[in-house]
Every structure is written in C-alpha cells, then in structure tokens.
Antibody, heavy 115, light 113 residues
Framework: EVQLVESGGGLVQPGGSLRLSCAVSGYTFNNNAMTWVRQAPGKGLEWVATILRDGSGKFYVGSVKERFFISRDNSKSTLFLQMNTLRAEDTAIYYC????????WGQGTLVTVSS | DVVMTQSPLSLPVPLGQPASISCRSSQSLVGSDGNTCFHWFQQRPGHSPRRLIYRVSNRDSGVPDRFSGSGSGTDFTLKISRVEAEDVGVYYCMQCTHWPPITFGQGTRLEIK
C-alpha cells in the first residue's frame, strides 16, 4: 500500500519560513518525480512544484518562485518543501503527491500564515 | 499557461440518475508524442483528492465502472452512469501535457438532489 505522510505545517507569521516533509512508503520513490499541490481554504487545487526523480529538474508555479524550494532525499524516500518569505495567500493545505500524473496523495498538512 | 474550464460548477443529481461534467482546455492537449496527459480527480468532503481517471479514459484501480471518461483535443467529459451517495464531492480535471505548469479546472461540486 502506498502511503504519503506530510508533516511540518503550522502557524507562521508573514515573512516567516516553514519546511514541509513527506515520508513515502510502498512506492518506488527514487524512480519517480514528486509534486506538491496546495488548496486554500474553500478553494480549488493549485500545483505548486515538481521535482524530477534524480532532483535534476525542479519546476515551480510563478507565485512561489524564488521563495519555495523543493528537494528530495532518495535514500530516505522523503520529499521536502522549504517555504520562505511566506505570505497570507500561501495559507493552504499542502499535499504531497506522487509523480506529475498525481497518482497518489497524502493527507495534507495545513499551513496558516497570519499575524 | 493552459486554462482548464469546467462546467457546470454545481451539479445537483438525484440518486440513481446519470451525471456529466465537461472540461475544456484553452489549447489541444495532444502532445508532440501523440499522447494526452489529462486526468480526473475526485475530492470527497473532508478527504484528500484521489485520481479517478488517467489519460482521458482509464479508470484507476478500485474506481467503480459507473465512472467513465472520454474526449480528445480540447473537450473532455466525465460521466457517472448512476449517481450514488458516496459520489458526493468536488471533481477536478487536470492537464499535464503542457507543463510546467500543471493546471486544474475550477472544480465541479456534485450533490444529491
């Protein structure tokens, strides 16, 4: 069974930073790209970032470029999202998702940016 | 960026009746390799999204056969042959042919009438 478990969310002030993690099991992590998707409260889905299987390619939605950084540790089957200079509009549930075809989803972790 | 437009945005359906959701893309989703990267997702209330249909018409494992996907180019459809109570939720279409960015439709909320 494929499992994705996100952690690291919480309340942070505008301008602050957070690092999200996603532990993956039951999946060939190091053979596949990985993606973060977010969902603001009561809103739809928004793609945030994707990293290729070996980390050689990283892609971001325009609104997070130069602020968010996706990375991975294939030896630990773990995906990360470093989020800097956070804004109120980054408030959302952040989902860790396999591939860029978005096969499997985690339960999400809530990030709230507020003073 | 490719814009995905769903209709309707709200879909009340009596139990046991069929339902249909349309998704249109702002440009053809046929890639240079001839493949179409287009999927449908379901998000039940209080749950994470899950993929229902991949590459236009292929059901994911465990998805009931009352769900079907069709379409090509810029026009795609998700059909539910007979709506059940467990089908309540929001349905999203998504394209990954012309990525980055991956783009989603706005979502269609299905409810029981």
């Amino acid at each position: 069974e494929v499992q994705l478990v996100e952690s690291g969310g919480g309340l942070v002030q505008p301008g602050g930073s957070l690092r999200l993690s996603c532990a993956v099991s039951g999946y060939t992590f190091n053979n596949n790209a990985m993606t973060w998707v977010r969902q603001a409260p009561g809103k739809g889905l928004e793609w945030v970032a994707t990293i290729l299987r070996d980390g050689s390619g990283k892609f971001y939605v325009g609104s997070v470029k130069e602020r968010f950084f996706i990375s991975r540790d294939n030896s630990k089957s773990t995906l990360f999202l470093q989020m800097n200079t956070l804004r109120a509009e980054d408030t959302a549930i952040y989902y860790c998702v396999t591939g860029h075809w978005l096969d499997y989803w985690g339960q999400g972790t809530l990030v709230t940016v507020s003073s | 960026d490719v814009v995905m437009t769903q209709s309707p945005l709200s879909l009340p359906v009596p139990l046991g009746q069929p339902a249909s959701i349309s998704c249109r893309s702002s440009q053809s989703l046929v890639g240079s390799d001839g493949n179409t990267c287009f999927h449908w997702f379901q998000q039940r209330p209080g749950h994470s999204p899950r993929r229902l249909i991949y590459r236009v018409s292929n059901r994911d494992s465990g998805v009931p056969d009352r769900f079907s996907g069709s379409g090509s180019g810029t026009d795609f459809t998700l059909k539910i042959s007979r709506v059940e109570a467990e089908d309540v939720g929001v349905y999203y279409c998504m394209q990954c042919t012309h990525w980055p960015p991956i783009t989603f439709g706005q979502g269609t909320r299905l409810e029981i009438k």
